[in-house]
């Protein structure tokens, strides 16, 4: 009886670190993504700004409507 319960026990010690390894991994899927996902967006944050800036530098005036600098 008591070799019984060891093994039940240790089945569901087994069972438990599988599904944790695969939770992990899924967590570790989703963060990469949203990683990826944050520096694109943060490149592309980048980018706008330095359009922006470069049209107020160069004497412009930016039009946020069609996100095109209107010189003067």
Known sequence: MRARLILIGLAAMAIFAVAAS???????????EINQ??????????QASSVFERCIDGGGVFDFATGQCRGR
Not at 22 to 32: K, P
Request: hydrophobic share 40%; net charge negative; proline share 0%.
């Open 22 to 32: 695969i939770y992990g991994l899924g967590r570790e899927s989703v963060e990469a």
């Open 37 to 46: 996902l944050n520096q694109e967006a943060g490149d592309a944050a980048d």
